[in-house]
């Protein structure tokens, strides 16, 4: 890359120098050339010296970077245990996107676990290296916990994080086990259960609590749970009766089994939106019609559209940010990539690392009334 930047740049300093020295000697020039092709000529060479800066700086830029990542690993931290739906889309994503970024490092992804991936993204923000060598993968929620006033332990601010995007925009549901006896959501409102969660803001933890406060539904949450996978074995062996918040596209990845066996049952949807897939299956959204509660509910339930975020630390230097966001997006559109998700029945509809800034902007500015309603619908209580 340094060896094409090298050829690259003498090239257009001599047509740019050649520019200046016409413009020094315009008399010259113009009198083989009527006064407005002549300006227009002149026009015409400055608009291709511009562009040829551009380039020329794009490039130093790319082998910049390129010599930076080169026989380097970035680390991909993940905020849950092996075998979930955050694991599995981490994975892949690390499987592909080394080829998309300049001197084509290699991606390490490792599990850290706790506290609804809270503990990944505090060491993301206050541990890991701000060279553009590691970034995280870790639950939504955790990023707006803070406004709703679930801020012991966090150890960030999220809008400082450098944004790489979303994978998916998603729809998460409540299931429960057959032998539970929750079939639908007036089941769920009369009939007594317990849902199993991670805790820590992940959303198996958050959407249950609010389901119980704003509907005042009859259930007991045990938290604790390292990610999915345990909530699912917890299921089966009827620790708990079903969960909350479990993404519909890691259901139909990891557990298809448990749906094409009519081992569960699906009560609600969580999102904006219902899934396509499930127009039999009610949607939080529609469970009230108060302005004060929706709009509660659509500040709560909007951390969906960023449902699979990546993020690098704050202070990463903006050109290899700029080298790992065009990177994510490249892999976005990789046919591997595409392909292998399809195979694992994983969900792409990518959200850009600037939406991803823009949308906790409009979060963080949500009006007063709204904020305090949903902060106490998703404070923890016994």
């Known amino acids: 890359m340094l060896a094409a930047a090298s050829v690259l740049v003498p090239t257009f300093v001599s047509f740019c120098s050649t ?15 009527s006064p407005s092709v002549a300006l227009d000529l002149t026009f015409l060479r400055r608009i291709r010296c511009n562009a040829g800066r551009n380039v020329k700086s794009a490039t130093l830029a790319a082998a910049a970077e390129a010599d930076f990542y080169s026989g380097k690993t970035i680390q991909v931290l993940i905020g849950f245990s092996a075998g979930g739906g955050y694991d599995i889309y981490a994975r892949t994503l690390a499987r592909h996107m080394g080829r998309h970024i300049p001197g084509n490092p290699r991606l390490i992804p490792q599990n850290m676990p706790g506290a609804g991936s809270l503990k990944a993204v505090n060491y993301l923000y206050n541990v890991a290296p701000k060279d553009g060598t590691a970034f995280a993968g870790f639950a939504p929620g955790v990023v707006v916990e803070p406004l ?12 400082k994080l450098t944004w790489l995007g979303s994978i998916s925009q998603e729809v998460s549901v409540c299931a429960f086990m057959k032998a539970a006896g929750i079939r639908t959501w007036h089941d769920m409102q ?20 609010v389901l119980r406060k704003l509907f005042d539904l009859p259930l007991k949450i045990v938290t604790g749970y390292p990610g999915g996978t345990e909530i699912i074995l917890a299921m089966e062996r009827h620790e708990v009766d079903g969960r909350c918040g479990w993404s519909w596209t890691s259901l139909l990845s990891r557990s298809k089994a448990l749906i094409d066996n009519k081992q569960i049952d699906l009560t609600l949807q969580i999102g904006l939106q219902k899934e396509k897939a499930l127009p039999e299956v009610p949607l939080i959204m529609d469970l009230t019609d108060e302005p004060l509660k929706k709009a509660a509910l659509k500040l709560i339930v909007s951390r ?41 029945n994983l969900d ?11 949308l906790l902007k409009e979060i963080y500015a949500s009006p007063s009334e709204v904020v305090k309603l949903a902060t106490e619908l998703v404070r923890e209580t016994p």
């Open 19 to 33: 520019l200046s020295y016409e413009r020094r000697n315009q008399r010259d020039t113009s009198n083989l050339f």
């Open 148 to 159: 709703l006033g679930r801020s012991e332990g966090m150890q960030f601010e999220a809008p």
């Open 190 to 209: 009369t009939k007594k259960y317990v849902i199993g969660a991670s805790g820590g803001g992940a959303e198996s933890d958050v959407f249950p609590n």
């Open 304 to 344: 969906q559209i960023i449902a699979r975020p990546f993020a690098a630390p704050p202070g990463v230097p903006d050109e290899r940010a700029r080298a790992l966001r065009a990177a994510f997006d490249a892999t976005m559109r990789d046919a591997e990539f595409l392909g292998e998700a399809k195979a694992l």
């Open 348 to 358: 792409v509809a990518p959200v850009g690392g600037a939406e991803v800034e823009a």
